[in-house]
């Protein structure tokens, strides 16, 4: 076991730094020129050179990648040509909205995707399993940014049931800083009404994120769990008298939630980007709406942050992953 | 078994349903926001302000804000424009305009209390020219911080190196810090920019209570603001807060439920259906910001002046006022109408088929069969519609248009050279100052570099006179150059001279105090005599 999770840190490693490369040979070969946009457009060219040295975007790019990839090692992603901070500190200040958003939204797509996916599986081309299997089809096709407004438009203008956008009521204060999650930290805090206001602000934009996730998981498990519920051992346990819920939910789910985790572990960082869309449509102040307003302004530093820190997500989602696997499958523990 | 299944989902259904329902028994109410007895009015945009600084950076929501948080010498008010004394009481100018002495007021206070002197206006002007940023073009070559002299604690003296009867139309730009508060955090010489891009040190009409760059920003009103409360102290508000709402889908929706109190950047479509609900006023006035579509003039069939003639005179240019419902206005010289020294141009090109014609068979293609490229922001919905006339309008000389989507940085960066930029691109510029050289230097060879001289026209006529009317104090011989410039320009024919559109904003109707003023950027709006009149 050990080894296996020695190989897979190493393999990790090597992917960052791929990640490094491609993020920086990207954003440089962009024909953009990130000072002149900083310094507006009535700046005159010394202004312009002002800031490229400030931001030592005067150097040679070999010398910008070494400093880069020295400066990640210490933690250090570079400054914001924008914001004019740095960019560690700016995603220490919008991942934790961003966790926030995606764990809620993968708890959506579990909590449903898997018992439906198992209700699917049962009820086998019966009106129940078409209908869910319909809708799986249709929750993938939606384009996010489409049908998060038409949700905004249906359940905050024409219910009024649920804010537009945002974290919090614009008036009210954030509960005190601990994990920057704001539902745990109003926990934490004992602030029931901010917890509240922090949920309903964060039911539409979790869904619409889980939407995908929630169609592959069900998808996904729906097979596996037809596939598991013919097999050999399920009639075997049957047969011996073993109830048909314990079959279903115990035997035959444990064996069916492997290629599930695997989807999990995918759909993880495959959320982590949607959320520049998600975000920006729900202005939830988040990695991805950061990444999206850096682009724009053609500031590449905050965008290789989010993307190396995505990157970073979901190697260790996936690495889990492989661990549970070995949980799960004691014939992989034995293979590694 | 069945049974068991049923009743399982039976009960998700049921918990489906509570949950949902305790969610939206919490639904927000719909009102303007109170804090105690006053009330705050919610600003929606969708621009971020990603600094506060007044001397790092501005756009049109920074300096909204800027303008909430700190003062300046004298302020743009009304329209037409005025430049008012805020700061300073008075001002005056030598006859040469080389020395300006502004005497400051004697009750202004930062928001800690320490007075507005002669001493803090001196450091904000070094501060803004040496960290060599944002407002620094506007005086950096008439303005060496060493001629920045506080002669007592009221009175301080500019001495410029050359005239430049522009300078006071650059003043209400430069927002006043307070430099012990700066100083205090001062890192490796940074002027406290690190400190100042968060943090403020003003004496404006506002406080910051909350900042966040990317979603909120929270100001609270000061009671005792040294210049008072035009609305009357019992209307004055307890704050205002700016929410960035990047989607326009998403602010529509904030100001019919009223969550937002005043919402501005709203596409056309969008204003003609919420102006005449019940509620909602619409302001719309008359913009200073012009839409051009610059043809460049060095390479390529746009080099020919007569292509760029012949473009020009087959344009439909109904159709730009169209586009826009009818809230725009036809230019009728390069330079807005308020800007002072502005001339209508007679002959400005129209839509006429049979003079592009004459046009394009005195060109190297009389029967066109070329393509041109026409390069517009991705996203912005205007000019790809812009386009799609243009691509019409060329079809009758048998020119043909591809319209291309790029990101701004990228259509910026390839517009700075002249071999790279583009045949056509959409371009809006914004004069941030009521003073013609803004405009007028957009042709001079020096502009070429900037986004708005993507046309790199080289005209040393033109670069003459822009040189001589800068520095030229009487008022008479100035606009006279730049009637000619405008005259020059139109003959040269670098861009396709569009419209101003209007700016626009809408808002609930017990939002009071909103005046416009065309010298502000875009959608900004001066916050401090606003206020909400209901219960």
Known sequence: MA??????????????????????????????????LAAGPDATRDMVETIRREYGLDRPLPEQFVRYVGGIL???????????????????????????????????????????????????????????RFIAVSLVALPAFWFGILLQLFFSVQLEWLPTSGRLDIASPPPPFVTGMLLVDSLLAG???????????????????????????????????????????????????????????????????LPTLAIIGLRWGWMLGSTVLVETVFDWPGIGLYAVSSAIAGDFKPVMGVTLLIGVNFMIVNLIVDLLYGVLDPRLRAGA | MMQGFTIGRRGAIAAGLGAAAGVA???????????????????????PVPVIDPHSRYDWSTRMIQQSIYDALAKYVNNPPQIVPWLAERWETSADQTVWTFHLVANAKFHNGDPVDAEA????????????????????????????????????RFTLSRPMPSFLTFIPLWFIVNPKQVQAHVVNNDWGEAWLTGNPAGSGPFRVRRLEPQSVIHLDSVPEYWKGWPQGEQNRLSGVIYRIVREPAARRALLQRGEADIITEIPADDFEQLKGMRGIRPEDHKGLTTFAITMNTTKGPTADLNVRKAIAHAFDYDALIQIHNGAATLMTSPFPEVIPGYVAVPDMPRRNLDKAREFLAKSAHPQGGFELEYVHVQGLEDPRRIGLVLLNSLQALNIKVNIVAQPWPTMVARGAKAETAPDMVSVYVTPVAADPDVIAGKYHTRAQGNFWGMHHLTDPQISQWVDAARVEADETKRNALYAEIQKRVVELQPEIFGMLANRRWLMRDWVKGFSYCPLRLTGEVDLHPMWIDAR
């Open chain 2, 121 to 156: 206006v001196r450091y904000s002007f070094e501060r803004g020219l040496r960290m060599n940023k944002g407002v620094a073009w506007m005086l950096k070559d008439v303005l060496p911080p060493e001629n920045i002299v506080a002669v007592d604690p009221r009175t301080v």
């Open chain 1, 3 to 36: 080894l296996f999770v020695l190989r897979r840190l190493m393999l990790t490693g090597l992917m960052l730094f791929g990640l490094v490369v491609i993020t920086f040979v990207v954003s440089n070969v962009a024909p953009s020129d990130p000072a002149a």
């Open chain 1, 74 to 132: 210490t933690g250090d992603l570079g400054r914001s040509i924008v914001t004019t901070r740095s960019v560690t500190q700016d995603l220490a200040r919008y991942f934790p909205a961003t966790l926030e958003l995606v764990i809620l939204a993968m708890g959506f797509g579990v909590l449903l995707g898997v018992p439906l996916g198992m209700m699917s599986a049962v009820l086998k081309n019966r009106a129940p399993d078409h209908a869910t």
């Open chain 2, 25 to 47: 028994a919490g639904g927000s109410a719909g009102a303007f926001e109170r804090d105690g007895n006053r009330k705050i009015l919610v600003f929606a945009g969708g621009q």
């Open chain 1, 191 to 257: 602030e029931w009404e901010t917890f509240g206001d922090a949920l309903r602000h964060a039911v539409l934009p979790a869904l619409v994120l889980s939407f995908p996730c929630l169609a592959s998981i069900l998808r996904v498990n729906r097979a596996e769990m037809i596939e598991v519920l013919s097999s050999d051992y399920v009639t075997a346990a049957r047969a011996h008298g073993i109830s048909r819920l314990r079959v279903v939910c115990v035997l035959a789910l444990r064996n069916a939630m």
